[in-house]
């Protein structure tokens, strides 16, 4: 299965914009790939406090997203801002080359900055089965929480994160990815925004895709602005797993 890292810089609070901006990238690789991955909230940027900006699943964004996958014929996974009985969700997406579109709402608001006085956490993971892999998709900052990241007996084999990490704190985006592969024996791949936010937040991307050893298979350059494919395949996953099965080993656990 061939995957896309779109990793690019997010205009401020403008959804046309940045729309145009992400068709324009589809077009690019139509043929080419069988998953689109986007930044978190890519049509607005990290806006926590501008709930004007949220939308319903009937609204544009989601409806574009389904035209988008039908016409380009690929699968695109990302977030943007949802509302849903008067609560507002950091919503992550996957919508399949058919139109149908899962969703779950990102559990981990990211409290230092004022994401959760607006935001309402998500109960659920998303997962998705696709192209032969079972695939797993979480928004930012809930990769610092293994727990909920956590691959139960392979549940899944690809495991997204769609982010708005910033520059700032970059070692612990690329540290926490590669442990996230490694524990999960799992590919794992980050995509992160590039650029500098509404409230002058500097982000530099370090988007990735890595192997179920934590190898990297794709990366970027510093506020590299463009979009890289991969194909990862599914039977060295299954043999590796095989030969080092250690989720028998694993701890079982509850989450609350």
């Given at each position: 299965m061939k995957v896309s890292l779109i990793q690019t810089d997010i205009i401020w609070a403008d959804k046309k914009a940045n729309l145009t901006k992400i068709e324009i990238e589809l077009a690019g690789i139509t043929g080419k790939t069988d998953i689109a991955v986007l930044p978190e909230m890519f049509t607005t940027g990290f806006c926590t406090d501008r709930l004007e900006l949220a939308e319903t699943?009937?609204?544009?964004?989601?409806?574009?997203?389904?035209?988008?996958?039908?016409?380009?014929?690929?699968?695109?996974?990302?977030?943007?801002?949802?509302?849903?009985?008067?609560?507002?969700?950091?919503?992550?997406?996957?919508?399949?080359?058919?139109?149908?579109?899962?969703?779950?709402?990102?559990?981990?608001?990211?409290?230092?900055?004022?994401?959760?006085?607006?935001?309402?956490?998500?109960?659920?993971?998303l997962m998705v089965n696709y192209g032969g892999f079972n695939i797993c998709v979480l928004v930012c900052y809930d990769v610092r929480f293994p727990v909920w990241s956590r691959n139960v007996d392979n549940g899944y084999d690809l495991l997204i994160y769609?982010?708005?990490?910033?520059?700032?704190?970059?070692?612990?985006?690329?540290t926490l990815l590669k442990a996230r592969a490694i524990e999960n024996q799992a590919y794992v791949c980050g995509v992160n925004r590039i650029g500098v936010d509404g409230n002058n937040v500097a982000y530099s991307g370090h988007s990735v895709l890595r192997d179920f050893k934590g190898g990297e298979i794709c990366g970027f350059d510093e506020n590299e602005e463009n979009v890289k494919t991969v194909e990862i395949l599914k039977d060295p996953l299954v043999k590796f797993r095989d030969k080092y099965a250690f989720r028998k080993d694993a701890d079982t656990f509850e989450i609350k």
């Open positions: 699943m009937e609204d544009e964004t989601v409806q574009t997203l389904i035209s988008w996958a039908k016409h380009y014929q690929l699968a695109i996974v990302g977030s943007f801002i949802a509302r849903e009985n008067d609560k507002i969700f950091n919503r992550a997406f996957f919508v399949k080359p058919d139109g149908e579109i899962h969703t779950a709402d990102k559990r981990h608001l990211f409290s230092v900055g004022g994401e959760d006085k607006f935001f309402s956490p998500g109960d659920k993971r769609a982010a708005s990490f910033p520059h700032a704190r970059m070692d612990a985006w690329d």
